[in-house]
């Protein structure tokens, strides 16, 4: 009988299935918190679905075998017992041709060349099998992640003047806890879409921990941007920062992807909103935001691959475009 290949599990390490109390293993020592064991857990969860894929193929080919020839491809044991084979992810292994008969490197019988029979609507079985997309339960992670971010902005619009300064701090930080708590619980559970879900919610969650932070600390606030209230207009740059390195931080003790690209996004932000905050002139804005943007796109391997290369590169693209329309507006205002 077929088996599949078993579906990954985040309590057992994937390369010795050893049960796993950290991020490396304690017996084959395998670090699985890179973007290393990140693939390794996709490929074994492909491999998984594939297999189960064949499986039933395979028992849909049977169905419509002959029995004769069903028969004559089971090799019996002398005692009459099924030669067990190699059991592996496709199924056993067929055991050695009886004494007599072909094998590997003798001459081949001659035989007529056998061409496969057209599959039924001229498509291949390759094409019959669905390829990976959105399934229903990505779909609605999805959509409970967007009402949860939807109900945190309601509840802080209309209940947040209603709470102390340090209830609003202190709810803020538990939520936030609490949720990146169950995004790691999730992720060594095996639950990745879960996880992903809950990771973006977490990172969602940090500007309004930071304007909590602000509020409590009672920074000032100044419309007037000018070097002397260079406070009231750093705070938000600042804190895009932190919280873009604390969701890249994050993202790798607990080996999800979302917080990693928002972290790296976030990071590579800060420089620009605060240049463009600030009363410096737009020639001025457009040399620092230019630098930043060559340096993105010319040292893209600064970047793990297969992490964070498509936001680094995202952002030095709009960082790019954005320089170029500041150059443009300082030459106008200088003409």
Known sequence: MLRPFPAPDRLRCPV????????????????????????LWRIDADLHRLSVR??????????????????????ATPGGAVAPGWQSAFGPQPAAPPAGTWAPGAAPAPASPWT???????????????????????????????????????????????????????LLVGLTG??????????????????????????????????????????????????STWVSWTWWPAAIVVIGAAAVAFGRKVGVRSPQ?????????????????????????????????????????????GTSQGAVWAVGGVSAGVAAALLALGGQLRA
């Open 116 to 170: 496969p029979p057209p599959y039924p609507g001229g498509r291949s079985p390759a094409a019959a099998v669905p390829g990976p997309g959105p399934d229903t339960s990505s779909l609605l992670l999805g959509l409970g992640t967007a009402l949860l971010v939807v109900a945190a902005l309601v509840f802080a619009a209309v209940s947040w003047s209603r709470i102390g300064a340090v209830g609003q701090g202190l």
């Open 178 to 227: 609490g949720v990146a708590f169950a995004t790691d619980r999730s992720a060594r559970r095996g639950l990745v879409g879960t996880a992903e879900a809950l990771g973006v919610l977490t990172v969602v969650l940090g500007p309004l921990v930071a304007q909590a932070v602000r509020i409590t600390a009672d920074l000032p606030a100044s419309d007037e941007r000018t070097w």
């Open 16 to 39: 010795c299935d050893a049960t796993l109390a950290a991020a490396r293993c304690g017996r084959c020592g395998a670090d699985l918190a890179g973007s290393a064991g990140d693939e």
């Open 54 to 75: 064949r499986v039933a193929v395979v028992d849909g080919l049977r169905q419509h075998a002959d029995p004769a020839s069903a028969e004559a491809t089971t090799t």
């Open 261 to 305: 690209l928002l972290g790296v996004t976030l990071v590579q932000v800060g420089l620009p909103v605060w240049v463009l905050l600030s009363p410096a002139s737009p020639l001025v804005m457009a040399t620092v935001i230019a630098l930043q943007a060559l340096a993105v796109l010319g040292l893209p391997a600064w970047a793990e691959r």
